[in-house]
């Protein structure tokens, strides 16, 4: 029986290739198997739109995951989308599942609460969850599989008391996945290391500290590999290992609903919460997605955009009507607008305190870099796969992230009709 293991190593990009041929693992997997070597993300280029997208082949305006928080004006703690049920589309996993396949899903978006379709699951956990329960044992006793907690899950808890989320997480889902792997051998098994999106966040795009993270990434990578190997399955087991988004460095960050609220389109009441907006800013990273109450105030908004684009001085590059996102990139939501960011610029959705912040330390050479810009911009994530299911030796130059969830179905033998994407047959044995 075939397997598949996919790792989406967030915020990989096809420059990392250089450091990650040189290391045991990924650099095994990259002398025998096939490589995209840019693969073209979605609109917003967000971790959970762009995971949505990678098991579905769907852009954000069909999965229903346009943004990484849920849509609520006034909550800047709103929560995150995070369930599979909050998808509007087939997956990967629904296709296995119907298939008579086991499936196994460590801290990948947008899986939580997928106990239908995911035999084996331990769910990305997000901040706020806890927050509301910091008892880990209560906690992920709740929100994992019941088949894996007892004897995988719970022994590992331990591993996230740390004051640092990363590389926490990875060593304690990467832990999981392995054990998984050897005890249950799922036919299909998706992770989701964050260590190098963390570490291009803090320190910019190329840096010492992304070398670290990627070396990290390598053996955790190596862990699995091991794992199937002990299990007996390493022959008839597939890797790929994809990404979600590049990254771009940028220098500070601007809200605009503090210039809405400046223009009379958004009211702040005295406790400094939202008392009314007509106009409001849902932050996306290097782009942000702007709603309009009133349809018959469209007109009035847009030619205030128009007037910040062409200031030049609030950070906007682009200004996209809602029919000119979803015809170029899929894209939809409940807004009217999206402001891509002028290379620059981070967006940010509170509305008091300063219009524009200049990143901390970046007056002494300390670099950031974030995501959620047009997916053709900057570094582009690569995709190599290796396994008796795909070539050896293939290199494609460029395919679309909506074309891999067909190609793991197609290196599973199922099918993923809903599929916006097709599969990439030049790398498929």
């Avoid at 198997?33 to 840019?38: A, F, I, N, W, Y």
């Avoid at 990484?68 to 995070?82: C, H, K, R």
């Avoid at 880990?136 to 709740?142: A, E, H, Q, S, V």
């Avoid at 062409?310 to 009217?336: M, S």
Wanted: hydrophobic share 40%; aromatic share 6%.
């Amino acid at each position: 029986m075939a397997h598949l293991i996919v790792v989406s190593v967030d915020a990989m990009v096809f420059e990392d290739l250089a450091l990650l041929a040189r290391e045991p693992n990924v650099g095994r997997l990259m002398a025998e198997g096939s490589l995209v070597k840019r693969v073209k993300t979605i609109y917003p280029s967000l971790t959970h739109p762009v995971h949505a997208s990678l098991i579905s082949g769907c852009p954000a305006g069909e999965t229903g995951v346009a943004n990484n928080q849920e849509y609520l004006p006034g909550v800047l703690d709103a929560p995150w989308f995070n369930r599979l049920d909050q998808l509007r589309c087939d997956t990967i996993l629904h296709a296995a599942h119907r298939a008579g396949l086991t499936t196994c899903a460590c801290r990948w978006p947008l899986t939580a609460g997928g106990f239908d379709v995911i035999d084996y699951l331990v769910p990305e956990v997000m901040d706020a969850e806890t927050d509301a329960e910091p008892d880990l044992d209560k906690l992920y006793g709740r929100v994992c599989s019941p088949a894996i907690f007892e004897e995988i899950v719970r022994p590992r808890l331990g591993l996230l008391d740390k004051s640092e989320r990363h590389p926490a997480y990875e060593v304690f889902s990467m832990e999981c996945a392995a054990e998984i792997i050897r005890r249950h051998k799922p036919s299909l098994l998706l992770a989701h290391p964050g260590m190098v999106d963390h570490a291009r966040h803090r320190t910019g795009l190329f840096s010492p500290d992304v070398d670290e993270a990627l070396r990290l990434t390598d053996g955790w990578i190596g862990m699995l590999m091991d794992a199937a190997r002990e299990a007996g399955i390493l022959q008839d087991t597939n890797f790929a290992i994809v990404s979600d988004h590049g990254h771009l460095e940028y220098t500070r960050t601007l809200a605009p609903n503090v210039f809405f609220a400046e223009r009379g389109l958004l009211r702040v009441a005295e406790d400094g919460s939202l008392a009314a907006w007509d106009a409001y800013c849902f932050a996306s990273g290097l782009s942000a997605q702007i709603a309009v109450r009133d349809p018959a105030r469209e007109g009035e908004v847009r030619a205030l955009l128009e007037e910040m684009r062409r200031a030049g001085v609030y950070g906007v590059g682009e200004v996209l009507t809602a029919a000119e996102a979803k015809a170029r990139y899929g894209l939809e939501g409940p807004f009217r607008f999206v402001l891509e960011g002028d290379g620059t610029t981070a967006f940010r959705s509170d509305w008091t305190g300063p219009l524009a912040r200049v990143n901390p330390g970046a007056e002494s050479g300390l670099h950031h870099s974030s995501h959620g810009h047009m997916p053709e911009r900057g570094p582009q994530p690569p995709m190599l796969v290796c396994g008796q299911a795909f070539r050896k030796g293939a290199t494609v130059e460029t395919a679309s992230i909506l074309d891999e969830a067909p190609t793991f179905a197609a290196a599973l033998g199922v099918d993923l009709p809903q599929a916006r994407g097709q599969a990439i047959r030049e790398i498929l044995r």
